[in-house]
């Protein structure tokens, strides 16, 4: 058992969600899945999901809480290929796009980024990370070739 799992509260629904991700992520598994009656918010659902060997635990448990960008999943892309597939998969709130940040149909904010940035952001020099910075600023979805001319400049 990982000592940190992240735990994701969503309203309703619980099949819906699962089998939207599962359907995203095609490496992604449902691992446990329960009910529990009777609890403050009601009949609640939850499942334990793995993503990419992340695991995630959700629970459907009313309109209590909502998600908001304070939080967001991160996926590391390798290829622009891979960024365009998830975020044709996930995209569902175009007012949300911003610097590689979207948000889905269920609320939760993705950021969905090319892993090889964090190697420019590492080893770049100052203006070098000034320029990527300036050009990511601009994007909704990161354009890996954009980004890669800007750094190279």
Not at 87 to 94: M, N, T
């Amino acid at each position: 058992m990982k000592k940190i799992i992240p735990h994701l509260w969503f309203e309703k629904n619980l099949k819906e969600i699962t089998d939207f991700y599962l359907s995203v992520f095609p490496e992604a598994e449902l691992s446990k899945k329960t009910e529990l009656s009777d609890t403050p918010s009601g009949d609640v659902e939850m499942a334990a999901l793995t993503i990419a060997g992340q695991e995630l635990f959700l629970i459907t448990a009313g309109p209590v809480f909502k998600f908001n960008e304070a939080i967001s999943l991160m996926i590391y892309c390798e290829s622009q290929a891979e960024i365009d597939y998830y975020w044709e998969k996930l995209s569902a709130v175009p007012e949300a796009e911003q610097c590689g940040w979207l948000k889905d149909k269920y609320g939760l904010s993705w950021q969905v980024v090319p892993a090889m940035m964090d190697t420019m952001m590492q080893n770049g020099t100052k203006e070098q990370i000034a320029r990527l910075t300036q050009a990511f600023l601009q994007m909704k979805k990161f354009d890996i070739k954009k980004l890669t001319e800007a750094f190279q400049q």
